[in-house]
């Protein structure tokens, strides 16, 4: 007899992946960056954490700054995410902002949970100055078994235009 054996990935964490090599988008940037006010993000929980362009994470810099190349670049790369799973592309609401990272500032591990697609795009980076990382969201994941087999964290390093 021959036993039926079937492997299911269940809550799968995909990640898309990709560099962005286009100067007119870095130009829009640059514009917009020079006239940044910046917010302390975190809070006193936290300590000092980073710097941020909005004060209640409901702004769309994209559109405030009109960033138009950008813009239709990540709308081109959020179809190819969508269609790497095998979904529609949908009218949608936006967020976005700048975060700014200067010596010894950093980010406390969080997730967008209000979002169906979260990104981020790299204007500037060392590629030495820190880590994206993601954890794994399995949370069952907790055993010394779990530990055996899987890696908990994916690190991506930053680079322009990534």
């Not at 993000?41 to 000092?48: L, N, P």
């Not at 592309?89 to 902002?97: C, E, G, I, N, Q």
């Not at 200067?102 to 979002?115: P, T």
Request: with cysteine; proline share 4%.
């Amino acid at each position: 007899m021959q036993d039926l054996v079937k492997v299911q990935q269940v809550f799968p964490t995909v990640i898309y992946n990709s560099l962005i090599n286009e100067p007119l988008i870095q130009e829009e940037m640059k514009v917009a960056i020079d006239g940044i006010t910046w917010y302390p993000a975190g809070s006193d929980e936290w300590g000092k954490t980073h710097k941020i362009s909005t004060k209640d994470f409901s702004d769309n810099e994209v559109d405030k700054y009109n960033f138009v190349n950008f813009r239709n670049r990540m709308e081109y790369h959020v179809k190819k995410y969508l269609e790497e799973l095998r979904m529609p592309f949908r009218a949608y609401k936006m967020t976005s902002w700048f975060t700014r990272f200067d010596h010894g500032d950093f980010a406390i591990s969080h997730h967008h949970g209000h979002a169906d697609i979260s990104g981020c795009y790299y204007y500037q980076t060392t590629g030495a100055d820190g880590n994206l990382y993601f954890e794994s969201p399995n949370h069952a994941g907790d055993s010394a078994l779990y530990h055996s087999y899987h890696n908990q964290m994916q690190i991506h390093p930053p680079r322009v235009g990534k």
